[in-house]
């Protein structure tokens, strides 16, 4: 795989998530949900902080806006991180397994940097109302803007028999997260490096095995 596969594929995911961010924020009012089947709804809400909601200022002591702008300077550091890890990758002529993965990472990483970095300054705010794209009265500002989340998979939703100790009669659900396109392809890039990790470092470890066979050699001469 090349970096122009690499950047075409990249653009094609952004362009999604995207499209599904922009166009859930201009049709739905923050907490509407629409039911697709029993167990899968698209359900607005946004997310200020890192994953699954967490707060720096839960852990720190730390305003909620502080803790915003350190963790969206650290998702953009991390974008440079990983975005030189695609390039070295591909560079290196690694695996197509691992480009693959490193792109759908960078990807998903990159949709949602692009939330938090300008949806504060081109939307306004969509408590009671549908947002508005451009807005002159935006709901925040640079570097502060909320990540879009829509899609809910409540596979299973029920109540616990009375008879469970600790949890009976309380209602349980799974699966219980809301994310978006770009949290998709995060954990899906993740989940090709963790399942199969042999496959997408494998030249990776032939190439460190080639270098330390030619420096045994030169020693040897």
């Known amino acids: 795989m090349n970096i122009k596969k690499s950047v075409l594929f990249i653009l094609l995911i952004l362009i999604i998530d995207q499209w599904s961010k922009i166009y ?14 029993n167990w899968f709804k698209i359900l607005f809400i946004e997310n200020e902080g ?8 839960d852990i720190l002591p730390i305003s909620d806006n502080v803790g915003k702008l350190v ?13 030189y890890w695609l390039f070295d990758v591909i560079k290196k002529k690694a695996s197509s397994t691992l ?3 490193v792109s759908l990472i960078f990807a998903g990483a990159l ?15 969509s408590y009671n109302q549908v947002a508005t794209l451009f807005s002159e009265e935006p709901y925040g500002e640079l570097f502060y803007g909320k990540v ?10 029920t109540t616990w028999p009375s008879w ?10 799974f699966f219980e997260p809301v994310f978006n396109i770009a949290d ?5 890039g993740v989940g090709i490096l963790l399942v199969f990790n042999k496959k997408a470092f494998h030249k990776e470890e032939e190439t460190s095995t080639e270098l330390e066979n030619d420096s045994l050699r030169n020693q040897e001469y």
């Open 24 to 37: 859930i924020k201009t049709h739905f009012v923050l907490g509407e949900s629409v039911d697709v089947f």
């Open 164 to 173: 469970v100790p600790g949890v009976g009669g309380q209602n349980f659900r």
């Open 184 to 188: 998709t392809a995060i954990s899906t």
């Open 71 to 83: 963790l969206t300077i650290f998702r953009l550091f991390a974008i440079f991180g990983i975005g």
């Open 148 to 157: 879009v989340d829509m899609l809910y998979f409540p596979m299973v939703d």
């Open 111 to 125: 949709g949602n940097i692009l939330d938090s970095l300008f949806y504060g300054i081109i939307f306004n705010d």
């Open 50 to 57: 890192a994953a699954w909601g967490a707060k720096l200022s």
């Open 99 to 101: 480009i693959w993965a």
